[in-house]
């Protein structure tokens, strides 16, 4: 029955914004967002105030925005389900996507800015602000995690090719039989260093349309129910899909989201709207 | 009258910042020096002519060459106007201050009376992201910053240009934090009032290539939290240079105290721990930042400052802790600004998860001083 609403919920979705966008801008210029699926790029561009909504086919929604400051940086802040956790790990043993609310800051350089051939940089920390609980009072009550990564974009031909890295760090702490716990992603001082990578193509016969794929990382809290015995973990989350440039500054997505130990029919189905607004 | 007068004042400052703004950028460094020498010369001559002139009724020198253009004598060489720094024009220009004779016999009264000319550049406000620089407000100028961040914590800062020299405000920081043991994560006290005086010289003022000099003092109203008492103090000297049109250099020295002692009036005056006991090693701190204009209306930040960390059930219960900030400045317009970036409390510990990213809204009005200005005319 939740399915089923939820499905509805992703095709009203849908089909809102595919009537939004009956009339098709020109296509004249290539899209430069912040993000490919989920790894993030080196573009600081778009708009004054940039904007984006997404939903899945399990009816799970995220929102985000952000403010670009002089065409250098850009700040925001974002809700989504994109960390999981074992919820009542105790109980049941299950992995959750869980809701986590996230500021974001980047700044970076234009490609060509400093010298030519030079590609688009940009350093981002990204730092969570609040999630959801992760079940009774004897499980952790939140994670607390920041991201720092340094990240290169160039157009090359019909491709836009991303590269980088991404330093994670989280924590979490649990309280079992009145002694405190704390949890670490990192035993060492310094984060957890991954590669993230990302390729666009946009083909010359499709001028409105990019396809997408992408390798990022994202943190999860798997409690008890790690044989391993790695409570908190870094994972990979691979990214594919299509992206179609409606207006100037508006585009539509659908990706598809894959991670770590998780089968296929887990995988998830996103479909996102995103907007540029002002100079 | 007055209020006339204060719309045409304000309406010039205006027109000046928008001047010196586009500027900037286009002037090199040789034709501002050339430009500065060339008004220095000017106004030592006009000066000079002035003094010789014949009485009371005179209204205007006649021993001034025509093709001059003068500027005020009190004027920094550093902030010349865009007409000035080009070329001589034709007209002589006095302003209105210093053609006017003195009006009493009074040998001692200055024939001339100084008016604050200063017109700064964008980026020379008293504060980078978190440390102080050697740049002071404008007499009159109110600048006003608020600011937020993603562990909660909010902050103020509120401040007074006292005739171009000095500087009083009243701010909250959330910047010092408390920790119950070694163990614990630190929590910031907040909110931290403390009030603030600057004074110094600007940059050029004594001589060429003279950086900005401050010396401030800044300390807090006693805090009372967690069951103890705290409060801080902090004197700095700092001193501010810029490097061309696009950069400026900032570094100075701080010299902290703090105390901490618990708020039970019953317990043992001993127990209270202060920063001065521990000797100058443990209060003496270096900071400095750096500022670039990346783009005409945002500048990129970057700083290191100093907060005093408490600890409660600690030996030792005050630590001076490093603060590293990166950033960018946005100048929507000559008054308003908007700043944010990445704030690391305590860089010696090299968390991640203590960074937080914040923003402020800066404000500079020049109501008051323009105000000011137009009464005084």
Redesign the interface.
């Known amino acids: 029955m939740i399915h089923i609403a939820a499905t509805r919920r992703c095709a009203i979705f849908a089909a809102t914004v595919l009537a939004g966008t009956a009339q098709l801008a020109s296509a004249d210029e290539r899209r430069h967002q912040s993000m490919v699926v989920t790894a993030p790029t080196a573009f600081i561009e778009g708009g004054a105030i940039q904007a984006n909504a997404r939903i899945d086919q399990r009816g799970d929604w995220a929102m985000g925005a952000s403010?670009i400051?002089?065409?250098?940086?850009s700040?925001g802040i974002s809700s989504d389900y994109n960390l999981r956790a074992c919820i009542q790990c105790i109980a049941n043993n299950k992995i959750q996507p869980i809701r986590a609310t996230s500021?974001?800051?980047r700044?970076g350089?234009r490609a060509d800015q400093w010298f030519h051939g030079q590609p688009a940089l940009a350093l981002g920390?990204r730092?969570m602000?609040s999630s959801d609980s992760l079940g009774t009072s004897a499980e952790p009550k939140a994670i607390?995690?920041?991201?720092?990564y340094a990240v290169a974009s160039r157009d090359i031909a019909t491709f836009t090719v991303h590269g980088g890295v991404i330093?994670?760090?989280?924590?979490t702490v649990e309280t079992i039989s009145d002694v405190r716990i704390v949890h670490r992603l990192v035993s060492s001082?310094?984060?957890q260093i991954r590669p993230i990578a990302a390729l666009q193509w946009h083909p010359s016969i499709y001028p409105r349309t990019t396809l997408m794929a992408d390798l990022s990382w994202l943190v999860e809290w798997r409690g008890n129910s790690n044989p391993s015995g790695e409570k908190l973990t870094q994972t990979w989350i691979a990214g594919w899909g299509v992206q179609f440039r409606a207006y100037r500054r508006t585009t539509l997505d659908l990706t598809v989201r894959h991670r770590q130990d998780e089968g296929l029919p887990s995988s998830t189905v996103v479909l996102g709207v995103h907007f540029g607004l002002g100079s | 009258m007055i209020a006339r007068k204060f719309q045409r004042t304000r309406q010039a400052n205006r027109n000046d910042n928008r001047s010196l703004y586009a500027m900037l950028p286009k002037t090199s460094q040789r034709q501002r020096l050339a430009a500065i020498a060339i008004v220095i010369v000017n106004a030592g001559v006009v000066t000079q002519a002035l003094a010789q002139s014949p009485g009371p009724d005179a209204t205007a020198p006649t021993a001034v060459p025509p093709d001059t253009q003068v500027a005020p004598a009190d004027k920094p060489a550093d902030v010349v106007t865009p007409a000035a720094s080009v070329e001589a024009q034709p007209v002589v220009q006095i302003p209105e201050s210093i053609t006017q004779p003195a009006t009493t016999d009074n040998p001692y009264q200055p024939r001339f009376v100084a008016k604050p000319a200063i017109k700064r550049a964008i980026s020379d406000l008293p504060e980078l992201l978190a440390a102080p620089t050697g740049y002071l407000l404008g007499a009159g100028d109110i600048y006003s910053r608020s600011g937020l961040d993603?562990g909660g914590g909010v902050s103020t800062d509120l401040r007074v240009g006292l005739g171009d020299v000095a500087e009083f405000g009243i701010a909250t920081t959330d910047q010092i934090r408390a920790r119950e043991s070694q163990e614990k994560t630190a929590q910031r006290i907040s909110p931290y009032v403390t009030a603030s005086f600057r004074m110094g010289v600007a940059e050029n003022r004594l001589f060429r290539h003279q950086p900005g000099l401050t010396l401030g003092f800044r300390k807090s109203f006693q805090r009372d939290t967690d069951s103890f008492k705290t409060q801080i103090a902090e004197l700095t000297l700092v001193a501010s240079k810029h490097l061309g049109s696009r950069a400026s250099l900032h570094a100075g020295a701080a010299f902290w105290d703090a105390s901490i002692s618990p708020s039970d009036p019953s317990s043992d005056p001993a127990a209270t721990f202060a920063l001065h006991d521990q000797g100058l090693r443990k209060q003496l701190r270096g900071f400095g930042g750096v500022a670039v204009k990346?783009?005409n209306?945002?500048d990129?930040l970057i700083d290191v400052a100093w907060a005093p960390e408490f600890c409660y059930q600690c030996t030792q219960q005050i630590k001076l802790r490093a603060l590293l900030s990166?950033?960018?400045r946005?100048?929507i317009a000559d008054w308003i600004r908007?700043e944010?970036?990445?704030r690391v409390s305590d860089i010696q510990?090299?968390?991640?998860?203590d960074?937080?990213?914040f923003?402020q809204l800066t404000f500079v009005s020049h109501t008051l001083r323009n105000f000011i200005e137009a009464v005084r005319d």
């Open positions: 403010l400051l002089g065409g250098i940086a700040v500021a974001t800051f700044m350089a920390v730092v602000m607390r995690s920041a991201d720092i330093g994670q760090d989280a924590e001082r310094w984060p | 993603t990346a783009t209306n945002a990129v990166w950033g960018v946005y100048n908007i944010s970036g990445v510990s090299a968390n991640l998860l960074a937080q990213i923003g």
